[in-house]
């Protein structure tokens, strides 16, 4: 280790001692007004981040249409998103001419997390993580966070996105964890770190909500759904004029594939599959979207007549947003070691997604690419579905019992969320 690194770690715990204090001051502060909100039963205040999946733009957007104070804060934003999906970016809170080039980048990355975290703490009353850390992730009480807030009076709910709770040697599919191998080969290096994370999140979070595959390696959790967070349905309308009666004779046929991370889609067994299929004649149009902004991905999918979303495990955001655009998708839901308990619980037995493991990309393919009628009732069974499990108003009415519950102290029993059978108080079964 060289004197470098060792002066910066030196740094790093120096200021992490004068900062542990400050913070304590701050939720004692914060402690009393938190309290007599919780006492006049307010709506809590929300706040999600640091991570910035754009889904929490739309968790927030969902909530504020139910009348909530709800805002995003991450410490970056990614390529295909804008700065604009978010309320407040770590580097918004340091532009000031005194800070520049690298002491700029120093004073962020050091001191920026706990200002950011005081700066937080009295403004809202719930935070929402994800299990690769909060506000205070990169410091030395990253892991002390929770710990804070709840000496504010703050609740705290963790849920999982995917590499945040992927821990390779505790995954059943060999095939899932081959397609992870093939992208994030780091995540086998770094099971201790993700186990040391999970675990914390799991032992000290008020709420913990597990969702599809990612809740196979979480020790606990308090809701069990699909998903948890919606999707803006109308902002994504379908239309007519995009309904193609092609059916690969007499006309192309458009297939739409976001791979920003190949292996872990199983792209190159569409891409045979495509191949294959145009060799027997067929016309076939496959765009492959990979690191084009969403506002683009968002034009062509309206143009196209099938979304082949991803074939070695689960559903997303990216099925979510075709089938409210009335499209017929093509996932892999056929592992009933992930799938039985959500078609037993959660909708999922619903859901009018084709499943679509590796060895049935050609034929469901070929299915979809002659047969319009049957991608026109598809596509209006998904936006049925979009509505009921996935618009802001089902997840809304969902996050409305989570904050109920931890919030208000109402005696609601979550253990699984269908917006059939709606969750009961003074502990009776849904």
């Known amino acids: 280790m060289n004197l470098f690194i060792i002066l910066a770690r030196i740094l790093k715990w120096l200021i992490a001692l004068i900062g542990l204090p400050l913070l304590a001051l701050c939720a004692i502060w914060a402690r009393r007004e938190t309290q007599r909100r919780q006492r006049q039963a307010s709506l809590p205040r929300l706040i999600y981040g640091p991570h910035p999946i754009i889904s929490i733009k739309y968790m927030s957007q969902a909530m504020q249409a139910l009348g909530y104070e709800a805002r995003t804060c991450v410490n970056t934003v990614y390529h295909i998103n804008s700065r604009n999906d978010y309320d407040y970016c770590r580097a918004d809170f340091f532009k000031t001419p005194l800070l520049r080039g690298a002491l700029k980048n120093m004073f962020e990355q050091h001191i920026g997390p706990y200002l950011i975290f005081g700066w937080l703490l009295p403004r809202f009353d719930i935070f929402h993580f994800f299990f690769d850390g909060g506000f205070l992730v990169g410091t030395p009480l990253r892991f002390w966070e929770v710990q804070l807030l709840h000496w504010a009076g703050k609740k705290v709910i963790v849920m999982p996105y995917g590499s945040d709770v992927a821990v390779p040697s505790h995954i059943r599919s060999m ?165 039985l308990v959500h078609r037993l619980y959660t909708g999922l037995d619903e859901c009018p997604i084709v499943s679509t493991s590796l060895d049935r990309i050609k034929e469901n393919l070929r299915m979809l690419i002659t047969n319009p009628t049957l991608r026109r009732e598809l596509g209006e069974a998904g936006r049925a579905y979009v509505l009921k499990y996935h618009s802001y108003t089902a997840v809304g009415q969902m996050w409305t019992l989570i904050y109920q519950k931890i919030w208000l102290n109402q005696a609601i029993d979550l253990t699984m969320w269908h917006p059939d059978r709606l969750a009961k108080v003074d502990g009776q079964r849904p």
């Open 175 to 339: 095939v899932f964890r081959q397609g992870l191998m093939m992208n994030y080969p780091h995540l086998g290096v770094d099971e201790e770190r993700t186990l040391q994370q999970i675990h914390y999140f799991s032992r000290h979070a008020d709420f913990v909500v597990g969702c599809l595959f990612h809740a196979e390696t979480l020790p606990r959790w308090d809701l069990l759904t699909t998903h948890y967070y919606p999707i803006d349905v109308d902002a994504w309308q379908p239309t007519l004029a995009a309904r193609s009666l092609a059916d690969g004779k007499n006309g192309c046929v458009t297939i739409v594939h976001t791979p920003n991370h190949r292996g872990a889609k199983g792209t190159e067994f569409l891409l045979a599959a495509c191949q294959a299929l145009q060799a027997e004649g067929l016309q076939i149009n496959l765009r492959l979207l990979e690191r084009v902004p969403n506002s683009e991905v968002k034009r062509i999918l309206t143009e196209a007549d099938i979304l082949a979303e991803q074939f070695i495990i689960g559903y997303g955001l990216s099925a979510m947003e075709g089938m409210a655009l009335g499209k017929p998708v093509m996932s892999n839901l056929s592992d009933d070691h992930y799938y």
